[in-house]
């Protein structure tokens, strides 16, 4: 089946990551992204999901990687795809670029007859809580305690690995931000979190074990995280 082709800005380019040369360049971007670890995407590993069909991109700028994806495919009966990692350098980032990777794992998706693309991400991270929940409107679909466990990335190092995973349903139009009627509470996050970790861990800390607590006791009280605003945080609804 032919892939669907995205539009993407003058100087930008996705490529398959489908040479030795582009694997290892893609582990080192991705491990650049997350502060020098490259145990998150491993060239060989990343070779393996690569060479047997799996969504495995590189995001060029004037030539240079400057970003990747990586996903791999669920259950065949879930016509399901989970998205492992997503990076663009920081010289790049807040330029557009990680929505012209989404958008093309979408197509990518969609042309291999998969409905939904699932992934994770930090809660205490707004920008992604944006990026996710509001702007690409996925579902909320678990809160996931220290899913990882310890890691040693530039990122994550010395934290719980706390998760939200969400689902991207690729044919469906995007879940909308609920209407302040239907808001129950909401649960606030720090603008941000990569500056507190730098500058005072306790803090950090501090934010983790109230989002965590907050979100599962609404979560457990019946109600479901429908959406997020950067002024007040995750909003819970009833389903």
Do not use: C
């Not at 502060?35 to 690569?50: E, I, V």
């Not at 990692?85 to 989404?102: C, Y």
């Not at 990122?155 to 939200?164: F, K, L, Q, S, W």
């Not at 044919?171 to 970790?197: F, K, L, Q, S, Y």
């Amino acid at each position: 089946m032919a892939e669907a082709s995205v539009p993407t800005p003058p100087g930008i380019a996705l490529r398959p990551l489908d040479t030795v040369e582009a694997v290892h360049t893609a582990s080192a971007v991705l491990s650049d992204v997350w502060g020098g670890d490259r145990s998150g995407m491993p060239p060989n590993l990343l070779r393996a999901l690569a060479h047997t069909g799996n969504y495995a991109m590189g995001l060029y700028a004037d030539e240079h990687m400057v970003g990747a994806s990586v996903a791999f495919f669920a259950a065949p009966a879930a016509r399901s795809m989970h998205s492992h990692i997503t990076g663009v350098l920081p010289g790049h980032q807040s330029q557009g670029l990680g929505r012209i990777l989404k958008q093309h794992q979408r197509e990518w998706a969609l042309a291999r007859d998969v409905g939904h693309i699932t992934w994770t991400f930090d809660p205490l991270v707004a920008r992604n809580a944006h990026f996710n929940l509001q702007v690409l409107g996925t579902r909320v679909t678990e809160y996931l305690v220290n899913h990882y466990g310890a890691m040693d990335d530039g990122v994550n190092r010395g934290d719980e690995t706390d998760r939200i995973l969400v689902s991207w349903a690729l044919a469906a139009p995007p879940v909308p931000t609920p209407a302040d009627d239907r808001v129950v509470a909401e649960v606030p996050v720090p603008p941000d979190i990569a500056a507190i970790r730098r500058d005072t861990p306790a803090e950090a800390a501090a934010w983790r074990r109230h989002v965590r607590a907050a979100l599962l006791t609404h979560l457990a009280d019946g109600l479901v995280i429908g959406g997020f605003d950067a002024p007040r945080g995750y909003l819970l609804v009833k389903p």
